[in-house]
């Protein structure tokens, strides 16, 4: 016998469960809409239960006011809610992918791209108005596929405000992960979400299971990670350092801000000899959600940058010279051309702006070069419910340097 609950009369189906909070009444279920057969999850606030605190119930309803107003693509969209004998469910798209929790070796590499993909989405929360701070941050509510596509979810904690986010009467997060700040009831604001983006990215990259957070932090309250990652680089260090300065004051004021400052680092220590293999790898950087594949080279001076040709089309085979873009199209690429470069390692990167000035892509990627033009290509995939017309400007990056910069009209169709 299914031991599941019945939730055909609503039009789902449970097909088994994801997760559970026994004490707090939520259990969470893969399901399928009956008529569609689209894969769901179903989340379960069973606030009738003995034992089980009424007072989650403001989880829920606030879980759904923020959900019903963002659209992103690393957040899963809510779908329905209905009430139950026991409570209230909600039902979310379903991602396919297991959270951090779940995965405790990530290489410094994947670490850095997992960060800018969740500032990226931070970003775009703390861009709403009012902004969005999600209060509970940490590796159990970030999923990662097999491609490190990023998503955040459980927007239970969360809050909306304008500013500084006003004082709650109850606090709300995972301690460990939760600022000063927060766990001390005081004002919140973009900051906050960082340090806990910071403590998660210190577990992950010194293998410390997130359950396990309180051996990082000292007797006077800071988490003390350098002596256990010697690999990586000290400006990836002084980064992390910034992201969980427990004055608020001293960290990050925003994810764009944080975002800025960790697209450059490398992260890790530079070799005493830098190897330079045969094999010329990939050159194509997606701009898509803001995700990172990283490049790591040796440095170029500046005479080198001369001539350079950034051609903008819909189409790889088109020889067209955009300057003037419909959103209609799905995907958009730009062909950067570097001539007379020396062979050897490059990190190259690629940013998109849009025509408020907010990054909305990037991409970054390694290689060796063995020809003598250097030839990248970077792509970016449309929203037309997100993006805006307007002037938008590309900027591409060697070794850390601006070498080239386009800027194209991007029309609403």
Request: hydrophobic share 40%; aromatic share 10%; charged share 20%.
């Amino acid at each position: 016998m299914n031991k599941f609950p019945d939730f055909s009369n609503y039009g789902y189906q449970i097909i088994r469960e994801l997760g559970h909070n026994r004490a707090g009444g939520r259990v969470t279920y893969l399901g399928a809409e009956i008529n569609t057969q689209r894969t769901v999850v179903v989340k379960q606030f069973q606030f009738a239960r003995t034992g089980v605190n009424w007072s989650e119930y403001d989880a829920y309803e606030r879980e759904i006011q923020v959900l019903r107003g963002l659209d992103h693509p690393s957040i899963p969209h809510y779908l329905d809610s209905f009430q139950t004998v026991a409570g209230f469910c909600m039902v979310q798209d379903y991602k396919n992918a297991p959270s951090l929790a779940m995965k405790t070796q990530w290489t410094p590499e994947q670490v850095k791209q997992i960060a800018l993909s969740v500032l990226s989405i931070l970003n775009y929360l703390q861009s709403q108005i009012p902004p969005v701070i999600h209060r509970d941050l940490k590796p159990e509510n970030i999923l990662v596929d097999e491609q490190l596509q990023v998503y955040l979810v459980d927007f239970g904690f969360a809050r909306l405000g304008g500013g500084d986010i006003a004082v709650s009467s109850v606090i709300k997060g995972t301690l460990g992960f939760m600022p000063p700040e927060q766990m001390f009831n005081r004002q919140l604001s973009a900051a906050s979400d960082l340090y806990s983006l910071g403590a998660t990215l210190i577990c992950l990259l010194t293998h410390t299971p997130s359950t396990e957070v309180g051996v990082l932090i000292d007797d006077t309250g800071r988490i003390n990670f350098q002596q256990r990652i010697p690999e990586l680089n000290p400006d990836f260090i002084r980064w992390l350092q910034k992201m969980v300065e427990p004055n608020v004051q001293n960290r990050y004021a925003n994810a764009n801000e944080a975002l800025d400052a960790l697209v450059p680092i490398k992260v890790l220590r530079p070799s005493p000899k830098t190897q330079v293999t045969k094999k010329v790898l990939p050159s194509l950087v997606g701009l898509t959600t803001l995700s990172f594949i990283v490049f790591t080279l040796v440095r170029v001076k500046p005479f080198f940058f001369n001539n350079i040709d950034v051609t903008v089309t819909t189409n790889l085979k088109s020889s067209t010279r955009l300057i003037r873009i419909s959103k209609n199209p799905e995907r958009i690429y730009f062909s950067v051309k570097l001539p007379d470069l020396p062979q050897g390692d490059y990190d190259s990167a690629c940013q998109l702006f849009d025509e408020s000035g907010i990054l909305v892509g990037m991409g970054q990627s390694r290689l060796t070069l063995s020809a003598k033009e250097f030839s990248a290509w970077c792509w970016y995939d449309f929203n037309p419910n997100i993006d805006q017309s307007g002037d938008w400007t590309f900027k591409f990056f060697i070794d850390n340097e601006e070498v080239a910069q386009k800027t194209l009209h991007i029309v609403t169709p």
